[in-house]
């Protein structure tokens, strides 16, 4: 059997609860999940776009914007405790000829073909199996505090407080735009990344990872100004 060089899997599983329908909602004419698979098809990367759920509305959309559902995801990755690497290993499972597969969350809608393009060509001059996408954090780790039940702040690192942002070195976070690896690394893994994942940084501004309202309002605004 021929393997696939690269796909590209969107998971869009159906019954999201903080913003209704989230991954078909219309976001600036379209539904937001053609938004990914706009962007791998315009990439020109991909042996196959296949997207991964559990709800025949959002299987028609994916279909029709020239995306595959191979197969309907099984109703137990479909519930708020399915984690990432499950939804991804069902496609290993059913999917044999896929070698490289990136994951675009389709919550992730302004991001650009640049940044497909930019972590591909990044994850083969770096000679990696797994790289993830980062963006700069908003507040450095340093001044994060867990809280106990009588407001007793406990510092997330052992760091000592600093007194100024200035002597802070950047810090980076998840923005749950691209997750790109070899079958290898996941069959081996068995998560998403590990303490060797390589991060490719996006800017901020295209990095928003939209999980209720507030985030759907922002992206908007962002897109918007990007347009004007």
Same mark, same amino acid.
């Given at each position: ?7 590209a899997?969107i ?9 209704l329908n ?10 937001v ?16 776009i296949l ?6 509305a959002?299987?028609?959309?994916a ?12 109703e137990?990755l479909?519930d708020?405790?399915?984690?990432g690497f499950?939804v991804?290993n069902?496609?290993l499972e ?8 990136? !994951? &675009?969350?389709?919550?992730? +809608?302004?991001?650009?073909?640049e @940044? %497909?393009?930019?972590? =591909? ?9 797994s790289?993830?996408?980062l ?15 009588t ?8 760091e000592?407080?600093?007194?100024c942002r ?10 749950g735009?691209?997750?790109l ?6 069959i ?5 990344l590990?303490k060797? !994942? &390589?991060?490719?940084?996006? +800017?901020?501004?295209?990095?928003i @990872? %939209?999980?209720?309202e =507030?985030?759907w ?12």
């Amino acid at each position: 059997m021929k393997m696939s060089e690269i796909v590209a899997i969107i998971p869009a599983r159906g019954g999201s609860k903080r913003i209704l329908n989230k991954n078909i909602k219309f976001f600036h004419g379209k539904p937001v999940i053609n938004y990914a698979i706009d962007l791998a098809l315009a990439s020109g990367l991909f042996d196959r776009i296949l997207v991964s759920t559990d709800d025949e509305a959002i299987a028609r959309i994916a279909r029709k914007a020239g995306a595959e559902v191979p197969f309907m995801r099984p109703e137990h990755l479909a519930d708020d405790e399915a984690s990432g690497f499950s939804v991804l290993n069902n496609l290993l499972e059913n999917i044999p000829e896929a070698e490289k597969i990136l !994951t &675009l969350q389709p919550t992730s +809608p302004l991001r650009r073909v640049e @940044d %497909i393009k930019g972590i =591909l060509n990044f994850f083969k001059s770096s000679n990696t199996e797994s790289v993830v996408s980062l963006t700069k954090a908003n507040k450095h780790p340093s001044w994060m505090f867990n809280i106990t039940s009588t407001n007793k702040m406990i510092p997330i690192t052992n760091e000592e407080i600093p007194s100024c942002r200035q002597k802070l070195n950047d810090a980076y976070v998840l923005n749950g735009s691209l997750y790109l690896g070899t079958r290898n690394f996941y069959i081996k893994e068995k998560k998403m990344l590990t303490k060797n !994942t &390589l991060g490719y940084i996006m +800017p901020k501004e295209i990095s928003i @990872d %939209i999980d209720d309202e =507030l985030d759907w309002e922002i992206a908007e605004t962002i897109f918007k100004r990007g347009l004007n």
